[in-house]
């Protein structure tokens, strides 16, 4: 784990706080993380464990979002916390729903390809969008550690990235219309994999919000719904952030 870049206070106890909270992030991320690994480990090797492991398991993740969640409120009732202390409560709490929303877009494609024929492998409807799953999930690592480091210029870079997404699904979501019109028989199949690139997809889009988070947390500036060439032009980032 990198090192903390968190201010230090009087309190040593509001410190410890601030650092459990940060870190149980950290450890939900990597709950997560291990879940979309196993999802990509079924659709490019068509291990149905993997997938019958996410099904069951999203509890886990569901749990650490509602333990963290606690401790924020906690945080905030009991400390008061201002400033940069205040936005790293306000980032946690965004991040773990993003976190909780990833996993839930994990557990949806594993039911999804659960739901299949269990003699039907795995066909090329999925592994056209293995090339995106491994994209979304790099992205969200180094999110991860965008935050980890409290880095604003390296979640500016990845959330620049949630563009490429779009256009690699958009891309496979024209082959995938494609194998339906010339196959009515692929309708049913191709149907789940539209749904299941569709949650890769949103996958994406959860990272960049954990980036934009970053960007808030370091820069105290709120970065939703503003364009990523503005968000360059405005806040004070390393030129590597831009290139």
């Keep these: 784990m990198a090192t903390s870049n968190l201010p230090h206070h009087i309190s040593q106890q509001f410190d410890k706080e601030l650092e459990d909270i940060r870190s149980k992030v950290l450890a939900m991320g990597g709950l997560v993380e291990d879940h979309l690994q196993r999802v990509l480990d079924c659709l490019s090797k068509g291990d149905l464990e993997a997938a019958e492991y996410v099904a069951v398991n999203d509890y886990k993740v569901n749990s650490l979002e509602v333990e963290i969640d606690s401790d924020c409120t906690e945080i905030l009732l009991r400390r008061q916390p201002a400033a940069g202390d205040l936005r790293l409560v306000l980032s946690v ?84 219309i494609t194998y339906m019109m010339e196959d009515p028989r692929a309708i049913s199949p191709v149907l789940y994999a539209v749904l299941s690139l569709r949650a890769l997809e949103r996958i994406g889009d959860h990272a960049r919000n954990i980036c934009e988070n970053v960007i808030y947390l370091v820069e105290g500036k709120d970065v939703r719904h503003v364009a990523l060439e503005q968000v360059e032009a405005e806040l004070s980032l390393p030129r590597e952030a831009r290139t």
């Design 93 to 176: 709490s965004k991040a773990i729903t993003d976190l909780e929303r990833i996993g839930d877009e994990s557990e949806k494609i594993a039911r999804l390809i659960l739901q299949l024929e269990s003699s039907r492998p795995l066909t090329i409807y999925y592994v056209g969008m293995v090339g995106v799953g491994y994209h979304v999930r790099r992205m969200l690592r180094t999110a991860l550690d965008a935050f980890a480091r409290m880095d604003a210029a390296a979640a500016l870079r990845v959330a620049q990235e949630d563009k490429e997404i779009d256009t690699e699904t958009d891309a496979i979501m024209r082959q995938l």
